[in-house]
């Protein structure tokens, strides 16, 4: 499938909004890997039919001082937190996916009994079709390192440049748009599921059912990931083995995230928590499971159409000079390259085995 050749986009689209565009650096020159036959994407019609997009606004990989400097960020006291906590109560012992999947106390999961949880938002439910969440910088910034800024939620991406805000994805934030947390789905972008795989293979086969949520949360977290966003993992990782382990268990050893070309359809593996209990993963979190909202195109392949194009995520905008290095990310395990089929290794396999023993365990 040839690709057009079009000219530079002149703005960035994101909702019925858009801001101008100023091509990254870390972008130039950057040959996008295909995740659909040749495409970054999925086309719209397939990709027999369709026409792949250009690659402007899009992101596989990342400059690793962005990912150093993100890290170094500190919010400012003036910021207030984005937390989940159980509807009705200022608790903090909730269930992200009550309403969607209910509670699975026959899965020894006693942590899915608790009440809904509810993100605590400045915007109401109905602003979140053209909502953003964009960082606020300290006017007093010298340095990209320990850069202090603010995150906000904007009606809109005007809204969010009319206050002087860089926009960082589209929707409403939660609790893993913080910077720390961004860095990590830099740094993990093609491996967050090996990660969560393997911290899953120890949850299984714990027996000590008041510790093995927590010790599941503490593996996310070893990541990198804030307290907040590894415990929203920890619980979509849980409710993944509780819900979809059937469909997740492959008899040739070989993890599909996407159908074969052209529409290179969700497999059912991930289907299933796509169509069960995802949406309330990437509302709470902000920055989506497949963080497509936020401009990364990530191993599991999604229609073009769903991406918000981030013109450029430079950690030092404002500042000069900003660092412009060639994209090197710094992955925390091995990363695939295609996200239509990728064959596991030994380690990865320890979840299907975890699995079972888990199924006579407990079930």
């Known amino acids: 499938m040839k690709r057009p050749s079009l000219p530079m986009l002149s703005v960035l689209c994101l909702g019925a909004t858009s801001l101008a565009v100023v091509p990254s650096a870390a972008q130039v020159g950057a040959d996008p890997i295909p995740r659909c036959g040749d495409c970054w994407c999925i086309p719209e019609g397939g990709t027999e039919d369709g026409t792949c997009p250009t690659f402007e606004g899009i992101w596989q990989s990342f400059p690793a001082a962005w990912i150093d400097s993100f890290t170094s960020?500190?919010?400012?006291?003036?910021?207030?937190?984005?937390?989940?906590?159980?509807?009705?109560?200022?608790s903090a012992d909730c269930y992200p996916f009550a309403d969607s999947v209910g509670a699975r106390p026959q899965n020894n999961y006693p942590e899915s009994e608790a009440p809904q949880c509810k993100l605590l938002s400045s915007l109401s439910e109905d602003a979140t079709t053209t909502a953003v969440c964009g960082y606020k910088y300290a006017d007093e910034a010298a340095s990209c390192r320990g850069r202090t800024y603010e995150i906000v939620s904007y009606e809109s991406a005007v809204a969010a440049e009319t206050?002087?805000?860089?926009?960082?994805?589209?929707?409403?934030?939660?609790?893993?748009?913080?910077?720390?947390?961004?860095?990590?789905?830099?740094?993990?972008?093609?491996?967050?599921?090996?990660?969560?795989?393997?911290?899953?293979?120890?949850?299984?086969?714990?027996?000590?059912?008041?510790?093995?949520?927590?010790?599941?949360?503490?593996?996310?977290?070893?990541?990198?990931?804030?307290?907040?966003?590894?415990?929203?993992?920890?619980?979509?990782?849980?409710?993944?083995?509780?819900?979809?382990?059937?469909?997740?268990?492959?008899?040739?050893?070989?993890?599909?995230?996407?159908?074969?070309?052209?529409?290179?359809?969700?497999?059912?593996?991930?289907?299933?928590?796509?169509?069960?209990?995802?949406?309330?993963?990437?509302?709470?979190?902000?920055?989506?499971?497949?963080?497509?909202?936020?401009?990364?195109?990530?191993?599991?392949?999604?229609?073009?159409?769903?991406?918000?194009?981030?013109?450029?995520?430079?950690?030092?905008?404002?500042?000069?000079?900003?660092?412009?290095?060639?994209?090197?990310?710094?992955?925390?395990?091995?990363?695939?390259?295609?996200?239509?089929?990728?064959?596991?290794?030994?380690?990865?396999?320890?979840?299907?085995?975890?699995?079972?023993?888990?199924?006579?365990l407990y079930v």
């Open 73 to 90: 960020f500190e919010l400012l006291a003036s910021s207030p937190p984005l937390t989940l906590v159980a509807e009705g109560t200022d």
């Open 163 to 360: 206050d002087f805000a860089v926009v960082v994805h589209s929707g409403q934030c939660g609790v893993c748009s913080n910077a720390v947390d961004l860095a990590v789905r830099m740094n993990t972008i093609d491996s967050i599921a090996d990660i969560t795989a393997a911290c899953a293979a120890s949850y299984f086969v714990s027996t000590t059912a008041g510790a093995r949520f927590g010790e599941l949360t503490d593996c996310i977290q070893n990541a990198g990931f804030t307290t907040p966003c590894a415990t929203l993992w920890a619980h979509f990782a849980a409710t993944n083995a509780a819900v979809c382990s059937l469909a997740c268990v492959s008899a040739d050893n070989e993890q599909n995230f996407n159908g074969p070309p052209p529409m290179c359809e969700l497999s059912e593996c991930l289907a299933c928590s796509n169509t069960l209990f995802e949406d309330d993963l990437n509302r709470l979190a902000g920055v989506y499971k497949s963080p497509w909202n936020a401009g990364f195109a990530d191993a599991v392949a999604t229609p073009c159409s769903a991406f918000t194009r981030i013109a450029d995520l430079d950690p030092c905008q404002g500042l000069a000079p900003t660092i412009s290095p060639a994209p090197s990310a710094m992955p925390l395990v091995p990363t695939p390259t295609s996200g239509t089929r990728v064959i596991l290794n030994d380690f990865a396999l320890v979840p299907i085995f975890a699995w079972l023993t888990w199924r006579h």
